[in-house]
């Protein structure tokens, strides 16, 4: 398994950043490459999700699920289709984070662990003579900017203002 976890220092209450992060239709707003959201349910665990991803000449659409929901501090998902993937969304208080003049700080940590080789050329539909590997490849580093990207974004929107955000991205295979 791979995993790439995000974090970073949300000057908000834990509560108002659980309710932004739970809203998933609302995050095609913060991504370039994530296009549509449907869902299926009423947001809670058991709700299921169709995020639609568009990049170069591909698209696809991941098939998600909310496993668990602890308000205010997790969000736990997994994809049901394509790849072995399972995520997590923690928000973490963290008040001693709190510059002067900010009443609330909580850590945000954003971490997917999945298992590339659980990828199918079949299941991801790709222009011929492209091979898998080239995509997953050249995905890796989309990623990680990506993340950033929508960190930066998210901190924006809860915050109400722009700041320098100090993202944390760690990737590693366990």
């Known amino acids: 398994m791979e995993r790439v976890e995000v974090t970073t220092v949300i000057y908000a209450p834990p509560e108002r950043v659980f309710e932004f992060l739970v809203d998933f239709p609302g995050y095609a707003r913060y991504s370039e490459y994530l296009k549509d959201v449907r869902q299926n349910g009423d947001g809670g665990a058991g709700t299921r999700y169709q995020l639609e991803f568009a990049w170069w000449k591909l698209t696809y ?8 929901i602890d308000r205010p501090e997790s969000i736990d998902w997994r994809i049901l289709k394509d ?8 928000v973490e208080p963290e008040p001693e984070s709190a510059p002067e003049g900010e009443d609330h700080a909580c850590r945000v940590r954003f971490l997917v662990k999945y298992d590339p080789d659980s990828v199918r050329a079949g299941d991801i539909k790709i222009p011929r003579f492209v091979s898998i590997s080239w995509v997953i490849d050249k995905v890796k580093p989309k990623i990680r900017s990506e993340a ?5 974004r998210v ?15 760690d990737t590693s295979a366990d």
């Open 61 to 68: 659409t991941a098939h998600s699920e909310v496993t668990a």
């Open 83 to 90: 790849i072995d993937a399972v995520g997590q969304w923690r």
């Open 148 to 152: 950033k990207r929508i960190v930066e």
């Open 155 to 169: 901190v924006r929107d809860v915050e109400g203002r722009h700041r320098d955000v100090e993202v944390t991205i």
